[in-house]
């Protein structure tokens, strides 16, 4: 079983649509992270939920919204999509926020906005 | 803001001992340092963790000064299936921590 599944692995899609990508986690985390991957392999967190709740809202465009529907799941959709939001999504889970805990990661979307 | 700087990138042979140093002048008291590999096309997969002295695993070991202001990830005899990406990661503490990856240190290995 994986740990950290993200759908889909590959997304193309054209400017202005609107797009969904899906996270679950089967590990009983509490907490829930997406980060982007650009074309640099720059690392950067967007989004970090714990139970449920929005803990971390880096600087990122109204048009990224994550939801959390329970503390398995944490979906992230994109409205208007644009060119620069290609890139690599990653979703992480982990057990608690400290930095002595281990985050998992899952295989990535690759979002490729045409 | 804690910050982690490392080599852009290193090559090695086959069989050689690999040693990455992570700068981390800004670390607090209660951050612990945790080392990633990314594959290509794959997400970043957890290695070591410390906090001070020395840590070992079964696939690296992670040396940590008396000041913590540096770290270094060893890895043993690397083969070739260790070329990855590899992170140095410090918690940062902003009200609550996240995961801030740096630039990474790009590792080839070449047989």
């Known amino acids: 079983d994986t740990a950290v599944s993200q759908t889909p692995k590959y997304l193309v899609t054209q400017m202005g649509n609107d797009k969904s990508i899906k996270c679950e986690q089967n590990l009983g985390h509490d907490t829930m992270y997406w980060y982007k991957q650009d074309s640099k392999k720059f690392l950067k967190i967007m989004f970090s939920y714990n139970n449920k709740e929005l803990i971390i809202n880096e600087t990122v465009p109204n048009r990224f919204s994550p939801k959390s529907p329970d503390k398995a799941h944490l979906n992230l959709h994109i409205n208007s999509l644009e060119l620069g939001d290609s890139a690599v999504y990653f979703c992480?889970?982990?057990?608690?926020?400290?930095?002595?805990?281990?985050?998992?990661f899952g295989q990535g979307t690759r979002l490729t906005v045409v | 803001l804690a910050k982690t700087t490392q080599p852009i990138s290193m090559d090695s042979y086959e069989g050689q001992e690999v040693n990455i140093t992570c700068s981390h002048n800004?670390?607090?008291?209660?951050?612990?340092i945790t080392w990633y590999q990314q594959f290509p096309s794959q997400g970043p997969r957890f290695i070591i963790q410390?906090?001070?002295t020395k840590v070992t695993n079964e696939v690296a070991s992670l040396f940590i000064p008396a000041d913590r202001k540096s770290s270094t990830l060893s890895l043993p005899r690397v083969s070739l299936s260790d070329t990855a990406v590899y992170y140095c990661?410090?918690?940062?503490?902003?009200?609550?921590?996240?995961?801030?990856f740096g630039t990474g240190t790009r590792l080839k290995v070449l047989a």
């Open positions: 992480a889970s982990s057990h608690g926020q400290a930095t002595n805990t281990e985050a998992f």
């Open positions: 800004n670390i607090a008291t209660n951050d612990y």
């Open positions: 990661l410090v918690g940062d503490k902003e009200g609550t921590y996240k995961y801030i």
């Open positions: 410390g906090y001070k």
